[in-house]
């Protein structure tokens, strides 16, 4: 546990941080309130919805939306590890949370959001594979072969957590135990930190910027040649749906990525922590609540799935 000055010689253990959130008022408060226990819900009831569906309709069982699944899941925790937390602090006076606390909110939400990157990339190169090789598609994206792609992207969301948690909470906290965010990250955490933060930020900037450029170069070399392959279809039905199913997905790496390197991967995101606050509201709660909306409305295969769900609840409900 690191060590926090009294102002002598000696130290003294830091037991708990406080979560300083956003300043105002309590009418500014209870309006937070309600903006981020609507975001929250939505993303609960739509990331909810999907992998329902997607468990129940046999014909979504494909490698596609066996991804779909994952991604909606990882959405589904990413925004679990921050929201409820965030929503008892608003009316909250002392908002402590403890270093334990703190540290497991951090490894989450680092595990989940690396995952999710990922996964994005996974689901590229399922959309090349598909798109490009539909001969090998079958042989290729086995179901051993996707479990093996999702465990994959787990254990390298794993890995970058265990080393972005154990970097950061080894250093000493000696200036303050008052955090400037509504959740645990590193940018806050290094600017309370005493200690020397320089492999601190190296390891942000540079892991996070390696995967963000590493992940991109595969999307981009994947919808490089899907969109070779498109424009040589001779169908206009068949391009419409492609182009459709594969803007769902460059929508929600757009909105992902975007918001990351900003938050993350670009010098001087750590000192303008007031906008941090605003990006990290996006990527952890409005993101995850639209990209259910993003693959369900884009996407005539699950809009027919939902249908045929509500049509046999309807039914049921109607014997009964």
């Not at 690191?2 to 008022?25: H, I, M, R, T």
């Not at 952890?284 to 884009?298: D, E, F, K």
Request: hydrophobic letters at 50%; a positive charge.
């Amino acid at each position: 546990m690191p060590l926090q000055s009294n102002g002598n010689l000696s130290k003294v253990y830091v037991q708990d941080f406080v979560l300083e959130g956003f300043a105002g008022g309590l009418e500014t408060q209870a309006l937070l309130f309600a903006v981020f226990l609507a975001l929250y819900m939505v993303t609960v009831l739509g990331n909810l919805l999907m992998i329902i569906v997607i468990t129940l309709d046999a014909r979504l069982h494909s490698p596609m939306y066996f991804f779909l699944k994952n991604l909606s899941f990882v959405d589904l925790c990413y925004s679990s590890v921050i929201a409820p937390n965030a929503l008892a602090n608003f009316f909250s006076s002392s908002k402590v949370i403890t270093f334990a606390g703190c540290a497991t909110q951090f490894f989450f939400l680092c595990l989940m959001a690396t995952t999710e990157g990922f996964l994005l990339g996974v689901m590229a190169y399922d959309r090349f594979m598909a798109i490009c090789s539909p001969l090998r598609y079958p042989s290729t994206m086995c179901q051993s072969a996707c479990t093996r792609l999702v465990l994959g992207a787990y254990c390298g969301g794993c890995f970058n957590s265990v080393v972005q948690t154990s970097f950061t909470f080894h250093l000493p906290f000696c200036s303050s135990n008052r955090i400037n965010h509504f959740f645990c990250d590193v940018p806050p955490l290094l600017q309370i930190a005493c200690g020397n933060t320089a492999i601190n930020e190296l390891l942000l900037f540079g892991i996070c910027g390696f995967l963000i450029v590493a992940v991109t170069i595969v999307i981009l070399i994947s919808y490089g040649y899907i969109t070779v392959t498109i424009l040589r279809m001779g169908s206009g039905a068949g391009r419409c749906k492609i182009f459709s199913t594969c803007g769902s997905h460059m929508t929600a790496v757009t909105l992902f990525f975007g918001t990351l390197f900003v938050m993350y991967a670009q010098p001087g995101a750590i000192e303008s922590m007031e906008q941090g606050k605003v990006v990290s509201v996006f990527y952890t709660l409005v993101i995850p609540m639209l990209n259910p909306l993003i693959y369900s409305l884009r996407n005539k295969d699950v809009k027919e799935a939902l249908r045929r769900l509500g049509q046999k609840h309807l039914a049921m409900w109607r014997m009964c």
